[in-house]
């Protein structure tokens, strides 16, 4: 039986950010937002309206991310030189989206990797700290009520796993290399916004 990671990457534009080449320079931009868009369909098994806010945010994001990349393409082979690309420009949108997507993926990374590391602690409870970590302090007073409702919707966490995959799947295995993956490209891409002032005036 396979398991919600597998299901993605066998898709017709299925990609995992296990898969996402990491080079010195940089982050494959198409397979990045590849395996965002896959990510973001991982909401859906939240089952619950309140996270289409949350979706809508990071699809924009990436359609930012993917104009640049249509535009320019031999500049924008992976998402440093992208940003370099655009630096010199009035208007950066694909900066500030990738800015914010990252918020965004850092966001839901964070949720799930406390979810891993405590196996009693509720969605709820995960999703919360995660926003309140890492989007809280960007966000207005009414995002955070939309946030703060979308949290409270977070579905029971053995309901959440089952989705992901049977008991009988490497669920817990595949969602630790596929968070891992994530996290280690997050990293990367923030220390590459602050070492160049990249995201200054967002």
Not at 19 to 40: N, R, S, Y
Request: contains cysteine.
């Amino acid at each position: 039986m396979s398991t919600y990671f597998e299901t993605v990457n066998k898709s017709s534009r299925g990609q995992s950010f296990v898969d996402v080449p990491v080079t010195d320079a940089g982050v494959d931009t198409v397979q990045f937002l590849e395996a965002t868009e896959g990510m973001i369909s991982l909401f859906d098994l939240l089952g619950n309206p309140a996270f289409t806010v949350v979706q809508n945010d990071m699809r924009g994001n990436v359609a930012k991310i993917r104009a640049r990349f249509d535009a320019a393409p031999s500049q924008s082979a992976t998402l440093e030189q992208l940003v370099e690309n655009e630096k010199g420009e009035k208007k950066r949108t694909a900066t500030e989206g990738l800015l914010w997507l990252l918020r965004g993926l850092k966001f839901t990374q964070v949720a799930l990797s406390r979810s891993q590391a405590d196996k009693s602690e509720e969605l709820t409870v995960s999703f919360t700290k995660a926003y309140e970590e890492t989007l809280k302090k960007h966000h207005s007073f009414i995002v955070k009520g939309v946030f703060a409702v979308a949290m409270k919707a977070c579905p029971y966490r053995k309901d959440f796993y089952a989705k992901l995959g049977p008991p009988t799947a490497p669920v817990d295995e595949e969602l630790v290399k596929w968070n891992s993956a994530l996290g280690s490209i997050i990293a990367r891409l923030e220390a590459f916004y602050a070492s160049g002032n990249h995201a200054k005036g967002f």
